[in-house]
């Protein structure tokens, strides 16, 4: 198993651009998740999905937008890129039942910086 | 709502000591606790967690911690410190319900010295 795959590792963006960050896994977990992290900080819920077809706000989701057509792909999309979008992208996915408190799987991080 | 604190940003310590890593936690419910590391460039790993199973959990790599409800805390101990262990350190806590995802704390970085 590959486990959790994003890609790009790097991007360097422009003022108003747009992109998308893929995040594919392997395991036919239910849940994903998008975190970003900054400098000092701990990681933060950008949005989430339960399952394909359903997606929801997580804690700092203003500038992102996702989809969750598939049970293995959760892409998220920046429509206009801000210096405040600087960050480092994880992507998780975890496979949740009844009860919770099952891992979370992370991905390598994909590192954007917004010039 | 549910947060976690770590105290100290930054911990270093001699190769061969013992590593404490504190985690306070807030939940209004019994919460799941995890431990997870981060190593330079990489995505977050879990260390270990707590599901009510035990107080004591152990994990990975000789680490442990124990929940302790009367203080609202998971640290994270090992006894003895190797030069692998330095990387960053998350504690996180998440819910039964809803998003189920993890609320992480800033991070606690440790460095081992020789």
């Known amino acids: 198993n590959a486990g959790v795959t994003q890609t790009p590792k790097f991007r360097i963006l422009k003022i108003g651009q747009s992109m998308t960050l893929q995040c594919a896994q392997d395991?036919?977990?239910?849940?994903m998740y998008w975190y970003r992290q900054d400098p000092g900080m701990g990681l933060k819920l950008i949005y989430y999905?339960?399952?394909?077809?359903?997606?929801d706000k997580g804690e700092v989701p203003n500038g992102y937008n996702v989809s969750r057509s598939t049970t293995e792909d959760f892409p998220l999309r920046l429509e206009l890129a801000a210096p405040s979008q600087t960050s480092v992208y994880f992507c998780?996915?975890?496979?949740?039942?009844?009860?919770?408190?099952?891992?979370?799987?992370f991905g390598p991080g994909t590192r954007l910086t917004v010039l | 709502a549910q947060s976690v604190t770590q105290l100290g940003s930054h911990v270093s310590v001699s190769e061969g000591a013992l590593v404490l890593l504190r985690c306070n936690y807030s939940?209004?419910?019994?919460?799941?606790l995890f431990w997870y590391v981060q190593y330079p460039n990489q995505g977050l790993q879990l260390l270990l967690k707590?599901?009510?199973?035990?107080?004591l959990v152990k994990g990975i790599n000789d680490f442990e911690a124990e929940f302790k409800k009367s203080e609202t805390s998971f640290h994270l101990t090992k006894p003895s410190a190797h030069m692998s262990d330095a990387a960053e350190y998350f504690c996180?806590?998440?819910?039964?319900?809803?998003?189920?995802?993890?609320?992480f704390g800033s991070g606690t970085r440790l460095q081992v010295q020789p």
């Open positions: 939940s209004s419910v019994p919460p799941y």
């Open positions: 707590y599901t009510s199973a035990a107080t």
């Open positions: 996180a806590v998440s819910m039964d319900t809803g998003r189920r995802a993890l609320t």
């Open positions: 998780a996915s975890s496979q949740q039942g009844n009860l919770g408190g099952n891992e979370q799987f």
């Open positions: 999905s339960v399952g394909a077809g359903i997606t």
């Open positions: 395991m036919n977990h239910n849940y």
